[in-house]
């Protein structure tokens, strides 16, 4: 008798481990088949982080792991596979998420694909390696584009004139150019700061580091700078640049084997009527400009509409994004990725560019209709892209030198930030050929 209890107890035993094995493999089965996504809604309600979201993103990237950007779909949401490891990350961020089941995700992509929706779904396939180009010492000023992918949490290495001229671009994938002058004219701030200990040492720094790289003169360096630059998005890279990077860029490339540089920023006479010596040709995005010679006036050219919005006030100023067709023109679509397609305007040493002075080749991403400025532009070179942001800080008005930077806590849904951080993924997605 007690062997058959014990017998029994066996028995017993047996079956509840059988039982809890069961359970186990159909609460595991019913959680694979419940929750097999993550989606990182980009809408307005939802989201309560969005510059970290696209963190989130890059570091899945990262990890080898692919991410399908869902464009025009909740304001360019992000679809990746379900992982523990993910979902602690966004907790940990403070980056909203929503968890999927197969049958949702395929409802939703099957949703997208629709011909009737204006949306579509990019595959990223690789983190971009990013570089962002800025002298190694502080400045008086601070970079928009630095200050995001810090408080994003992605990665990057600073580069300048040195790793250019020796080919180092070679190994990026991206490339910003901060708040920079490639005319040799030191930003232009001859008229209010040539007193000013940081313009002085500024001045002299840039001029040791030209003749230690074998220069004669700033302008010459620096041109020679942003030559490798062309060659690098010319043979597939992707450049961005805000501010006076944009349009002090194309005016280096037009005025090269000229002299524009007057006598106090370069020791000689500019050449004698060197505006009807500009070749246009050169040039990424401008055309037909007037350069502006007076050293005193804190301008480059009549690109530039900063001195042009006399009657814009701050209260009203905004630029607005235009829609493209996310199936036909995915590269614009990407880029214009955002929870809002009205963006307040802010200003900087070039605040937007006057349309008249830009080519027909190249894209006009935003503008402020009132004032028939562009603020955002995009196009094509070579093989590679640029992308040119009007201003010089999303959150900051008009920042002036020496003003503390932007707390981006305080910014986390900055629709201004979002755009930058849309092109820092965008050489991540896989291609399609853009139709206009």
Request: aromatic share 12%; proline share 5%.
């Amino acid at each position: 008798m007690p062997e058959n209890n014990c017998k029994k107890k066996h028995i017993k035993k047996e079956w509840r481990a059988h039982v809890c094995l069961l359970l186990f493999c159909i609460v595991f089965g019913l959680k694979t088949a419940l929750a097999s996504y993550i989606l990182i809604p980009m809408d307005a309600e939802t989201q309560k982080n969005h510059l970290k979201a696209y963190g989130i993103t890059y570091w899945v990237l990262a990890k080898n792991e692919k991410v399908k950007w869902l464009l025009n779909y909740r304001g360019g949401s992000f679809l990746m596979t379900d992982t523990d490891e993910i979902r602690k990350e966004c907790q940990i961020r403070g980056v909203s998420f929503e968890v999927l089941s197969d049958a949702k995700t395929e409802t939703i992509l099957k949703e997208i694909s629709s011909p009737s929706k204006n949306q579509e779904s990019v595959t990223l396939e690789k983190a971009p390696k990013i570089a962002v180009y800025s002298p190694k010492g502080n400045q008086p000023w601070d970079d928009a584009v630095t200050m995001v992918l810090t408080y994003a949490e992605i990665p990057y290495e600073v580069v300048y004139d040195t790793e250019v001229l020796e080919d180092k671009l070679l190994l990026y994938d991206w490339l910003h150019l901060h708040h920079e002058d490639f005319t040799g004219q030191y930003g232009k701030f001859y008229g209010a700061y040539r007193a000013t200990p940081w313009y002085i040492q500024e001045k002299k720094d840039a001029e040791a580091l030209a003749t230690d790289l074998g220069y004669d003169k700033v302008s010459q360096e620096k041109l020679a700078v942003a030559i490798k630059i062309r060659d690098y998005v010319v043979g597939g890279g992707f450049m961005f640049a805000m501010c006076s990077a944009t349009d002090s860029f194309d005016i280096a490339l037009s005025a090269e084997g000229l002299d524009i540089c007057e006598p106090m920023f370069d020791g000689d006479p500019s050449t004698p009527n060197y505006q009807s010596k500009i070749d246009f040709s050169k040039t990424f995005a401008f055309k037909d400009f007037i350069l502006e010679r007076n050293p005193l006036e804190y301008e480059f050219s009549s690109i530039d509409m900063t001195n042009k919005r006399r009657t814009v006030q701050r209260e009203t100023d905004y630029f607005t994004l235009m829609e493209f067709s996310a199936k036909w023109d995915p590269v614009p679509t990407m880029l214009c990725q955002n929870h809002t397609s009205l963006i307040k305007g802010f200003m900087g040493q070039t605040t937007a560019y006057d349309p008249n002075t830009i080519r027909p080749t190249v894209l006009v991403m935003a503008e402020n209709k009132v004032n028939g400025e562009a603020r955002y532009i995009h196009g094509i070179k070579g093989k590679g892209f640029f992308t040119f942001y009007g201003g010089h800080d999303p959150e900051d008005y008009q920042h002036r030198v020496g003003d503390p930077k932007t707390e981006l806590e305080l910014h986390p849904n900055s629709p201004g930030y979002r755009l930058i951080l849309n092109n820092v993924l965008f050489p991540a997605a896989k291609k399609k050929k853009q139709k206009t």
